[in-house]
């Protein structure tokens, strides 16, 4: 998701620069913005931020196959209940040989969501 949260966690991953990020969000402003600005990090120890341009952002799970097919790894990262909606999409990224899903949601009942789903 493009929330706070997983705009963080997915702005350190991209920042780390080891691998492609990619945020699928249908939060159309904060994806539009993104995509032509960056995504900015803010510290909160020294006031200081950084603009993180390796991060891409879509609503369109056919863009991530289309530019990099599957993915090793998907991050779940919504409020509860959006995760079976979350699920859905991760369902069509994931490698299907060797992928791995990783929800990193707060709550109860959403692994079983993502199960029912995957």
Known sequence: GGGAMGSFIGGCLARQGSSKVWMVSDWSDHVNHISMNGLRLDSFEGGSSSVINTIRATSNVSEVLAEDGHMDMVIILVKSPNTVFAAERAAQLIHPDHGHILTLQNGV?????ILSVI
Do not use: T
């Open 109 to 113: 009942g959403n692994r079983e969501s």
